[in-house]
């Protein structure tokens, strides 16, 4: 067998290469999940909430949203990781937001960051300067806002100009692979075991830790179609984070995004009827089927 037919053989159907331990890391993380239906816990935005908490109990988890500090700290104390989604904002964030995270930081309580529409507004731009000081162990975000939020934590240098963007994201993933890469190396560096990871989502998503770049194919069009496709998949981040390393986390779910989308997209007539047989993907993909996706590392 020639070099060439043993690369196709194998990366398109049953995968043999060298990242056969994380692929391993990967089918286990959606496999416990499904076991042991972990509570992820989030603060997030009023326009996708519902979407967030179904898309959690779908891959197999359990939900809870909470937004005023005390509630927030203590349901922190029983769940398996945290969520927090700056989508949409009210005055008390303002200061509630740092303390929530100096005090998840605090107790060594993980959490996973969707800096939403990041570089918008005095008070966002407050909250998400003030996690500089008290990190999350994962983001998720689309390619603008990762580089927005590396320019205002001051991780990059003059060449990559930083604007505020909206919800959407106008930037391709290829422009944010160098901020997602130093936001992972920052995370990193005051993490638990020094381990983080940085999920960028877009038409080929990425996922590094820092020093590892990982493209992930496939998907739908039509993901961008519903809103919450992105926040939703910071919450089940959250839900892997609890039963799985960050790197891990970040690459089962996104990779689980991916399938269940493919799926729903040949089921679906338009974006109503696409989040319904999206949900029911998120519920009946395998952990074979993330585990043994394309992943692309050149
Ligand atoms: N053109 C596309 N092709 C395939 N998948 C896509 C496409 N655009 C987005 N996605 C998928 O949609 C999901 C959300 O990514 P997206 O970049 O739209 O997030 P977002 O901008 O933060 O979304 P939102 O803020 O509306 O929740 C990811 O799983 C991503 O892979
Ligand atoms: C549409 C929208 N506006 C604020 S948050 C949100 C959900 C997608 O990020
Ligand atoms: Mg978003």
């Known amino acids: 067998m020639s070099d060439d037919s043993h690369v196709h053989c194998c990366a398109t159907t049953h995968p043999s290469d060298d990242l056969e331990p994380l692929r391993e890391a990967i089918a286990q993380a959606v496999r416990d999940v499904k076991e042991k239906t972990p509570l992820a816990q989030s603060f997030t935005n009023f326009v996708t909430i519902n979407l967030v908490a179904n898309a959690q109990l779908a891959a197999g988890g359990t939900a809870a949203m909470s937004f005023l500090p005390d509630d927030v700290i203590e349901t922190a104390k029983i769940a398996g990781a945290n969520y927090i989604n700056v989508g949409t904002l009210l005055p008390f964030y303002k200061d509630a937001l740092p303390a929530i995270a100096q005090r998840l930081n605090y107790l060594g309580k993980l959490w996973v960051l969707d800096p939403v529409a990041a570089g918008i507004g005095k008070t966002r731009t407050a909250i998400l ?116 390393e960050p790197l891990v986390a970040a690459l089962a779910a996104s990779l689980l995004y991916d399938r269940a989308a493919e799926v729903a997209e040949a089921e679906a007539k338009g974006p109503g009827s696409f989040q319904v047989a999206f949900l029911d993907a998120l519920w009946n993909v395998t952990a074979e089927q993330v585990a043994g996706s394309d992943i692309v590392t050149q």
């Open 129 to 244: 300067q003030s996690f500089k000081a008290a990190p999350p162990t994962v983001i998720r975000a689309n390619a603008s806002e990762v580089i927005a939020l590396a320019n205002m934590w001051g991780l990059l240098d003059a060449d990559n100009a930083s604007r505020p963007v909206g919800v959407e994201s106008v930037d391709e993933v290829d422009a944010a692979v160098e901020p997602a890469k130093q936001l992972a190396q920052f995370l990193a560096a005051s993490a638990p075991n020094q381990q983080a990871a940085v999920a960028v989502s877009g038409k080929v998503d990425l996922v590094t830790d820092g020093e590892h770049v990982y493209r992930l194919p496939g998907g739908s069009a039509l993901m961008a179609k519903i809103t919450g496709a992105g926040c939703s998949l910071g919450g089940v981040t959250a839900t892997y984070l609890a039963v799985a």
